[in-house]
């Protein structure tokens, strides 16, 4: 499994952008990076994922680097509910079916 | 379209009993994976079924745990004789397909006294 550095915690404001970063040099090309929150006593929730080019949905934006070794999620206005745990996972299904879970990067915002 | 759905949501057992947790995947998804969340860790990979079939159990520990996924009906993960060191989160996933993005459900909390 490809291995994954993210900060331990980061804090923003509410409405504000936050950039969240993850280092993921050792993907593989056929892994897609996926990222997930887990918001307090709740399951996991998929975020967004993507393989090369940039990626938007409702929730938010993937920018991934050229070279794949790391991505940013974007969430483009902070809101209370968007205070969780948030987790980047390479992933391509391919001989092995299991995410794997990091320690990912605590968001908390700020009214 | 319903999410992911377990049940019970809490579960409190007595060390020694049995522990039987239900997941029904999202319509039309016919792979499930468990996950256990203990108490101030990560999620970590138990076991994936398809249905009928149990394709990769390496998460899983080597007594007292099993799975299933019948043809009808839910998902089930049963503990035999749970001890304490049970005591987690027990999370549901489903996909539409062996690479598909995985979906959770809301988990099951068991509490072993």
């Known amino acids: 499994d490809a291995k994954t550095t993210q900060p331990n915690s980061m804090e923003s404001n509410e409405e504000e952008p936050v950039h969240l970063p993850c280092n993921h040099s050792t993907i593989s090309g056929t892994d897609y990076i996926h990222w997930y929150r887990q918001l307090p006593s709740q399951g996991p929730e998929y975020v967004i994922h993507?393989?090369?080019s940039n990626v938007n949905n409702r929730m938010a934006s993937l920018a991934i680097a050229e070279d794949r070794k790391s991505s940013t999620l974007i969430l483009h206005r902070a809101t209370l509910r968007d205070a969780a745990v948030y987790y980047c996972?390479?992933?391509?299904?391919?001989?092995?079916?299991?995410?794997?879970f990091g320690k990912g990067t605590k968001l908390s915002v700020i009214p | 379209n319903a999410g992911v759905m377990q049940n019970p949501r809490h579960l409190v057992r007595r060390r020694g009993q049995e522990a039987r947790l239900r997941c029904s995947p999202m319509k039309g998804h016919s792979h499930v994976y468990w996950y256990r969340q203990l108490p101030e860790e990560g999620l970590k990979f138990m076991v994936y079924l398809q249905k009928e079939n149990i394709i990769d159990e390496s998460g899983m520990p080597k007594e007292r745990f099993s799975a299933e996924f019948p043809k009808e009906g839910p998902s089930i993960l049963r503990i035999q004789q749970v001890v304490r060191g049970d005591s987690a989160a027990y999370f549901c996933?489903?996909?539409?397909?062996?690479?598909?993005?995985?979906?959770f459900g809301p988990g099951t909390r068991l509490t072993v006294l």
């Open positions: 993507g393989l090369t």
């Open positions: 996972i390479p992933y391509s299904g391919a001989g092995s079916y299991q995410l794997t």
């Open positions: 996933a489903s996909s539409p397909d062996p690479v598909g993005t995985q979906y």
